[in-house]
């Protein structure tokens, strides 16, 4: 069974400050993961998608890896803004036969001005 | 576009009520998704839909219906409501392809009493 933990569950950092937000999954046979963002209150928006034949992608500040013989994925966001305070979850797809996403739990990002 | 919609923003309920909740989505995806988000917790799928007539259950579908008679419109329902549905409801819509971004709603959030 396919599990998602994003560790830490909260992180606050100063402004300006480089930082990188985890992702690990049990299973390696995933189609592709997904970074979302949610603001308090709000749907989810997403970041960036990552296909499972790809190492990274790119989006401005933030920059996503994925490494899926060891079941990881990290989110980098370079400069951080105060705007930047959200929750930032990521999910997977388990396989291109089905449509299942997989959701981890989030972190909780406050970036201090 | 509007996007995602999803009607009503709040609501509460007694136990033993039902209720719809409804999606519309205005950028002729064809994927649609049901999403329950626990306080703490990552989403979890209820169902899901690849096209109009076509649905599929997700990780918890007790106590949900769905149908699909349209692209645009994927309504959710809840028979005999119960204080363990208490939860903001997500509906997301994906068009189908390499680039499989989902994009979500701004949530339903339901109490139950």
């Known amino acids: 069974k396919q599990e998602v933990t994003q560790i830490p569950a909260a992180l606050s950092v100063p402004e300006g400050e480089n930082l990188v937000l985890n992702c690990s999954f049990t299973?390696?046979?995933?189609?592709?993961l997904q970074w979302f963002r949610q603001d308090p209150g709000k749907g989810l928006t997403s970041l960036l998608l990552?296909?499972?034949?790809?190492r990274e992608q790119t989006s401005g500040r933030l920059n996503a890896s994925l490494d899926k013989s060891s079941g990881r994925s990290t989110l980098y966001i370079a400069a951080s803004q105060p705007g930047d305070s959200a929750t930032y979850l990521c999910a997977v797809r388990r396989g291109s036969g089905t449509y299942k996403y997989i959701f981890g739990t989030g972190t909780r990002l406050k970036v201090l001005a | 576009n509007a996007g995602v919609t999803q009607t009503p923003k709040f609501r509460i309920l007694k136990i033993g009520q039902s209720m719809t909740l409804q999606c519309t989505q205005d950028?002729?995806?064809?994927?649609m998704y049901w999403y329950r988000q626990d306080p703490g917790m990552g989403l979890k799928l209820i169902y899901y839909s690849v096209g109009a007539g076509i649905t599929d259950k997700g990780e918890v579908p007790n106590g949900y219906n769905v149908s699909r008679s349209t692209t645009e419109d994927f309504p959710l329902r809840l028979e005999l409501a119960a204080p363990s549905q208490t939860s903001v409801y997500f509906c997301?819509?994906?068009?189908?392809?390499?680039?499989?971004?989902?994009?979500f709603g701004p949530g339903t959030r339901l109490l139950v009493l």
């Open positions: 299973d390696s046979a995933i189609y592709n």
């Open positions: 990552i296909q499972s034949s790809q």
């Open positions: 950028m002729n995806h064809n994927y």
């Open positions: 997301a819509s994906s068009y189908q392809g390499a680039r499989e971004t989902q994009y």
